[in-house]
Nanobody, 128 residues
Framework: QVHMVESGGGTVQAGGSLRLSCVYS????????MAWFRQAPGKEREGVAS???????RYADSVKGRFTISKDTSRHTLYLQMSGLKDEDTGMYYC??????????????????????WGQGTQVNVSS
């Protein structure tokens, strides 16, 4: 079992930056593939970025060049550095993990239910 807790959300002006954190615990095999998803009101949850155990990263086209996913295994923490924030980045951000590489290998558009473990989310609001 993997337990995940996000933090770092808040309200920021367009063009600003935020860093989200996700502290995780549990089986080491629960970290083969880790990702950030987001969900805006009235929209489906979508993949933002993923990173596998080997450090390979993938990004949604909408955030490439603006967001960076990383992890510090010694701190059991997954990060999402967000810069150049836009109104459309507003939403609830979730970290997710899976025991296998499959969700990462399937690409950033993989359905959320592919991931077994989820945090409760942290809200990001971007104001113009």
């Amino acid at each position: 079992q993997v337990h995940m807790v996000e933090s770092g959300g808040g309200t920021v002006q367009a063009g600003g930056s935020l860093r989200l954190s996700c502290v995780y615990s549990g089986s080491i095999y629960g970290r083969a593939c880790m990702a950030w998803f987001r969900q805006a009101p009235g929209k489906e949850r979508e993949g933002v970025a993923s990173i596998d155990l080997g450090g390979i990263t993938r990004y949604a086209d909408s955030v490439k060049g603006r967001f960076t996913i990383s992890k510090d295994t010694s701190r059991h923490t997954l990060y999402l550095q967000m810069s150049g924030l836009k109104d459309e980045d507003t939403g609830m951000y979730y970290c997710a993990a899976d025991d296998s590489y499959s969700p990462c290998n399937a690409g950033i558009s993989v359905t959320p239910r592919t991931y077994d473990y989820w945090g409760q989310g942290t809200q990001v609001n971007v104001s113009s």
